[in-house]
């Protein structure tokens, strides 16, 4: 038996890294899923992995959201974990900020996360509770250069999670936050690491700049990877965290405890 045999849930931005990892390892806990991202080919190509359900969504829409969310209600009548995993990142110093690179991002990782944390909380509200995790960043917290309005939407997002935990905790939803470091992807792969898949880069790759960097400021002396963050949300998504919400957990081999490596022309996360 897997530990979400029984369950069902949605998770948003599964089309490539993070997202799709964690739509792999809970499809092989037993899970039931709808996949969601702007990228349907991706998603098609995950589904027929999965068995998951794939639905185009536009996590910058408001009305994109609701629908994602109705549309899981009227397939289960329930929903028992929802994720928000949508990304998106323009490096950039603050001098150098342009109002169309702050509001790409900020339509995706602050509006879009309010549209997921209302629709999605609502939902879950409505139908007898459930988990709801967003995949936020350690740049929330550790003061990285180049990506403000990157880091700021995901200190955002971890303020936001905790007054949704306490607004919706009488209709038993818990909110929680998985906020890694620095994670190698195919869509990911700075510095010259070799994507091998839609979620990895060829780990034999990490002895490149930004890699040594990462590891240096790592108390567990390695990269953090995607099945490390599909492991954590695989908790959180699961009864084993009942009894916790309104939390924010580093996913990062200890690299909060150390500092963000001076890659400033690379993003963090």
């Known amino acids: 038996m897997g530990i979400l045999d029984g369950k069902v849930g949605v998770i948003i931005g599964a089309s490539s890294g993070i997202g799709w990892r964690m739509a792999e390892r809970f499809a092989e806990e037993g ?43 009227k397939r289960w009548g329930r929903i028992d974990f929802s994720i928000n995993s949508s990304g998106v990142v323009r490096p950039a110093m603050i001098s150098e900020l342009t109002p169309e690179g702050i509001k790409e991002v900020t339509d995706v990782q602050l509006n879009g996360a309010f549209y997921f944390l209302k ?25 990285p250069v180049g990506i403000s309005s990157y880091s700021a939407c995901k200190a955002a997002m971890h303020f936001v999670s905790k ?55 790592s108390p567990l002396g390695r990269i953090t990877t995607v099945d490390d963050c599909a492991d954590v949300a695989l908790f959180l998504a699961s009864d ?7 939390q924010v957990l580093p996913v990062d081999c200890g690299n909060h405890l150390l500092r963000l490596p001076d890659v400033s022309s690379e993003p963090a996360t």
């Open 163 to 217: 007054i949704a935990a306490r607004e919706y905790g009488h209709a038993k939803v818990r909110f929680n936050c998985l906020a890694p470091t620095f994670v190698p992807t195919a869509m990911n792969s700075y510095g010259g690491m070799t994507p091998i898949d839609e979620t990895r880069v060829d780990m034999s790759t990490q002895n490149t700049p930004i890699g040594v960097a990462f590891i240096k400021e």
């Open 240 to 246: 084993l965290s009942s009894s916790m919400t309104g």
């Open 31 to 73: 899970a039931k899923l709808i996949i969601a991202a702007r990228r349907m080919d991706n998603l098609e190509k995950l589904a027929a992995k999965t068995g998951a359900i794939p639905m185009r969504c536009d996590i910058t829409k408001y009305d994109d959201v609701k629908a994602l969310a109705d549309a899981a209600v």
């Open 119 to 143: 629709h999605f909380g609502n939902a879950h509200a409505a139908t007898g509770g459930g988990s709801v995790i967003s995949v936020t960043s350690a740049t929330a917290v550790m003061v």
